[in-house]
């Protein structure tokens, strides 16, 4: 098993930045995937970045690629979402997720492991 604790969402203005923080606990051994997924009200869970523990392979969604940047303390078992630039449309529940696999992926049903999200409020 893996627990994953998320941290670092407020209440930002539009423009304004903000970095999300995800400990990751339990089982650890590498290779591993982690990934940052945001749900705003009324919608779908969305894929928003992913980075592999091994070989740092990143992918982002379209539309947060330069103004968002993932990355790992491999140290410390954290996860980081960095936001720049935020906008309104960036307001949701942001979640960490974790899968042990070779590839990284995208898709929300690929991942075994979920934080129990952290709140992420843009005002215009």
């Known amino acids: 098993q893996v627990q994953l604790v998320e941290s670092g969402g407020g209440l930002v203005q539009a423009g304004g930045s903000l970095r999300l923080s995800c400990t990751a606990s339990?089982?650890?051994?590498?290779?591993?995937?982690m990934g940052w997924f945001r749900q705003a009200p009324g919608k779908e869970r969305e894929f928003v970045a992913a980075?592999?523990?091994?070989?740092?392979?990143?992918y982002y969604l379209d539309s947060v690629k330069g103004r968002f940047t993932i990355s790992r303390d491999t140290s410390k078992n954290t996860l980081y979402l960095q936001m720049n630039s935020l906008k309104a449309e960036d307001t949701a529940v942001y979640y960490c997720?974790?899968?042990?696999?070779?590839?990284?992926?995208?898709?929300?049903?690929?991942?075994?492991?979920w934080g129990q999200g952290t709140q992420v409020t843009v005002s215009p």
């Open positions: 997720a974790a899968v042990f696999s070779l590839v990284l992926p995208t898709t929300l049903n690929a991942y075994d492991y």
């Open positions: 339990g089982r650890t051994f590498r290779p591993y995937a």
């Open positions: 980075i592999h523990w091994s070989d740092y392979t990143t």
